[in-house]
């Protein structure tokens, strides 16, 4: 049974910074590209970043493009989102997922910007 379990969201600062992390477990991890989906208030999910499954490859949204990293570590089945210089429209609950569209993805992490 696929499991994602996101953590690191919170209420963070204009321009601050959150490192998002998401453990999976029931599939083969190491071999699985691995996607960041996010859903803003009242809108649907959206794309927002995906790894390689050897973490040599990274695509970003271009609303995050510049102010994120995508980054992984297999031996820990570990999925991160390194976000900076946040802004109130980055708000919103971050997804890790086995697919672009988040049809297979966890519970979601609330990230919420105060100006």
């Known amino acids: 049974q696929v499991q994602l379990v996101e953590s690191g969201g919170g209420l963070v600062q204009f321009g601050g910074s959150l490192r998002l992390s998401c453990v999976g477990s029931?599939?083969?991890?190491?071999?699985?590209?691995m996607y960041w989906v996010r859903q803003a208030p009242g809108k649907g999910l959206e794309w927002v970043s995906n790894i390689s499954p050897a973490g040599s490859a990274t695509s970003y949204s271009n609303f995050l493009k510049g102010r994120s990293t995508i980054s992984r570590d297999n031996a820990k089945n570990t999925l991160y989102l390194q976000l900076n210089s946040l802004k109130s429209e980055d708000a919103g609950v971050y997804y890790c997922?086995?697919?672009?569209?988040?049809?297979?993805r966890g519970q979601g992490t609330q990230v919420t910007v105060s100006s």
């Open positions: 997922a086995k697919d672009p569209l988040g049809i297979i």
């Open positions: 029931g599939f083969s991890f190491s071999s699985s590209w």
